[in-house]
């Protein structure tokens, strides 16, 4: 199994990136890229070509599904998985998620502690078998 | 980069944060006070700037460490989503409650300090423990007599509030699905999502019950309600989470990894102690007292199931679960396995969070086991052995940290002619209405026990004789000052108390008769009043 390295950071709220980033960098030793929204996010997937991509669902412009729409259509970024983070909680809309193709949900407020290990045991469990 | 830098560097992120939630909250507060204050239309885009708003709160408090500041902004957002979707306009009132309620959450940030630093537990600390456990009920045909029956255990019952504004908040709430609110009940519960459901129902079958735990249900009754199993419910479950962390003793020959699951559990608040030689493991089990036992199964000179067989020997560990933690995939051999001795298999390699979720869930059922068979029936209080366990624990960990621990001995005043004149249904009712008392008023890590007929015995930890003598005198007053009700007649009870501390007697039954015979002084002084035990010098 490919161990999980470069994430993709897709939010519009600044602090949120920010403590992301001390939650993915520092806590968690990934190497992180953020942008700001969906759009930004397209261009940068395709060079940079992240292990994952972390996106918020509701975004100014393109919201989050839509974003994961876009990356499906792209040859280059077809394949790299996708973690939605969302403030919803509501178990259907989790269901939703996984079904238009995101490996899972992250919810908001997440625990800049724990997300590191929460996108690690997601990363292991789609890989196992 | 180390842990106390990564704490530093969350502080200043958090300092940051807090001064754009302030900003945030104000222009929140300012948008809803022009709208509760404007006579014609609200327009739509302008609520759904305000919901935007709650929104990203939502989503980042409790990321910055303001948890309830996130969860009130989240039922605010709910709220405010549910009258977007059903396109009503919201009269300015409504907006004018929300307008208070973000005021309130503002307040409360302003309170707060910058930097959330968890108090060490020493000194006498109430806790949730000056509040009564809120019950918000939504029932129509039993709810004056309910709501009286829970008043006298103490409970504060009112009719559940029906938008999110409301800042009264109940912990549990008790939900008619049959009466009135058959077909309603949901999107008001709703409104309460944090607290713990109870739903009441015409009839007891399978698909009843089913449906109530679809329901998020964690507890079901069935008309007419049997009173007494309802508020043994209640206290169960507003207890669940007042509990000790859970111990697992972990057996494992490889140090290194016996070490990381260690750590690991420890991060989720779970305490264990690592066993490395299979011959230690019944001092491990006596000395540690664990919730759980996690078996590594390949071990040289001992394999794992016959370990466990040693273990199950022992009558005192029978309700202790026994889980093989090992890279055994194959299922004849797992089975051959349990089939000796053992509870279940988790398979190495397994992620962090998996083995804590793991050895939680079954913790929890183990704790839960424990707790059912060491509660006394009548009040839920801790039995008289198992308290005699407790003071000898507080006991030994006073002597290793020096601090003291107090032990409480209780005993309800002129009990017997309570019971003569009242007769015995008044009598335990009265034993109830303590044991509740003392539940509520103490903290989350004192213990009480029901020692016999009307003695009740707490164990205080980290407390001096002076806050125990406090805390205890407080509780007498409020306990002669509540009415006892018997039929159509009123009357009052008093308790006197005595209390001893770790610091002056070192053995645990010294102790015991040193807090009894203070007891006695207070009986001999006149009753209602709380005595000291004082060495000799």
């Known amino acids: 199994m490919k161990p999980l390295q470069r994430i993709l950071h897709v939010e519009d709220d600044l602090s949120i990136q920010e403590v992301a980033r001390v939650a993915l960098e520092i806590v968690g030793g990934f190497e992180v890229e953020s942008c700001e929204d969906g759009l930004t996010a397209l261009p940068r997937a395709e060079a940079w070509q992240p292990d994952l991509i972390l996106l918020d669902v509701m975004m100014p412009g393109i919201d989050g599904p839509t974003t994961l729409v876009r990356l499906r259509e792209q040859e280059t970024t077809r394949d790299i998985p996708v973690v939605f983070m969302t403030a919803k909680v509501q178990p259907n809309e989790i269901e939703h998620y996984r079904a238009i193709g995101a490996l899972d949900v992250v919810i908001k407020p997440f625990d800049p502690m724990a997300l590191a290990q929460q996108l690690r045991d997601i990363w292991e469990r789609s890989h196992v078998g | 980069m180390s842990a106390s830098d990564i704490e530093t560097r969350l502080a200043e992120l958090k300092q ?352 839960q086991l424990s707790l059912a068979l060491a509660r006394d029936g009548l009040t839920g209080l801790i039995k008289h052995p198992a308290i005699k366990d407790l003071i000898e624990i507080e006991q030994s960990r006073s002597q290793r940290t020096g601090a003291s621990a107090c032990v409480v001995m209780i005993d309800i005043d002129r009990f017997k002619s309570v019971n003569d004149t009242y007769g015995h249904g008044t009598g335990d009712y009265v034993i109830r209405l303590l044991a509740n008392l003392l539940r509520q008023r103490l903290r989350r890590v004192d213990h009480v026990g029901r020692y016999g007929g009307e003695e009740f015995v707490a164990v205080l930890p980290s407390c001096s004789l002076a806050d125990a003598h406090e805390a205890i005198e407080r509780i007498r007053v409020s306990f002669s000052q509540l009415e006892c009700i018997a039929g159509d007649q009123i009357f009052q009870a008093t308790f006197s108390a005595g209390i001893a501390s770790t610091l002056d007697w070192t053995d645990a039954e010294a102790l015991l008769e040193a807090a009894d015979k203070a007891m006695y002084e207070a009986k001999q002084g006149g009753r209602n009043q709380v005595c000291l035990a004082r060495p000799e010098a």
Request: proline share 5%; hydrophobic share 40%.
């Open chain 2, 16 to 367: 940051q944060y807090v001064l754009r939630l302030r900003n945030d909250l104000q222009t929140l507060i300012a948008q809803t006070r022009v709208m509760s204050t404007r006579e014609g239309v609200i327009e739509v885009g302008a609520l759904e700037s305000v919901r935007q708003g709650l929104h990203r709160i939502a989503g980042s408090a409790g990321s910055f460490g303001y948890p309830e500041v996130g969860r009130d902004a989240r039922e605010m957002e709910v709220w405010l989503q549910t009258l977007i979707e059903a396109r009503g306009v919201p009269a300015p009132s409504m907006l004018g409650a929300l307008h208070e309620r973000l005021r309130d959450v503002h307040r409360l940030l302003d309170a707060s300090p910058a930097t959330v630093v968890r108090e060490p537990e020493s000194g006498y600390r109430a806790e949730s423990g000056d509040r009564a456990v809120r019950v918000g009920l939504l029932v129509d045909a039993e709810r004056e007599s309910l709501t009286q029956a829970l008043a006298g255990f103490g409970y504060e019952c009112r009719a559940l509030p029906q938008d999110a504004t409301s800042t009264w908040q109940p912990d549990v709430i008790i939900v008619d699905t049959a009466g009135q609110y058959a077909t309603s009940w949901q999107p008001i519960a709703e409104q309460s999502r944090h607290a713990v459901r109870v739903l009441l129902s015409d009839s007891g079958d399978f698909a009843a019950r089913l449906q109530a735990v679809r329901d998020g249900a964690q507890g079901f009754f069935t008309h007419p309600l049997d009173i007494p199993a309802l508020e043994r419910r209640l206290r169960h479950l507003v207890s669940l989470p007042q509990q000790d962390p859970y111990r697992v003793l972990l057996i494992d020959d490889d140090e290194a990894l016996a070490e990381h699951y260690r750590l690991t559990l420890k991060r989720a608040g779970i305490e264990s102690r690592v066993v490395i030689e299979p011959a230690d493991v019944l001092t491990g089990m006596r000395d540690f007292v664990p919730d759980l036992v996690l078996i590594d199964i390949n071990m040289p000179d001992c394999s794992g199931p016959e370990l466990a067989r040693v273990i199950r020997l022992d009558d005192d560990w029978l309700r202790v679960p026994l889980i093989y933690l090992s890279a055994e995939h194959d299922a004849n051999r797992q089975a051959q396995a349990l089939a000796q001795a053992g509870d279940d298999f988790l398979v190495k390699p397994i992620s962090d969070v998996s083995l804590v979720a793991a050895v939680t869930a079954r913790a929890q059922r183990s704790r």
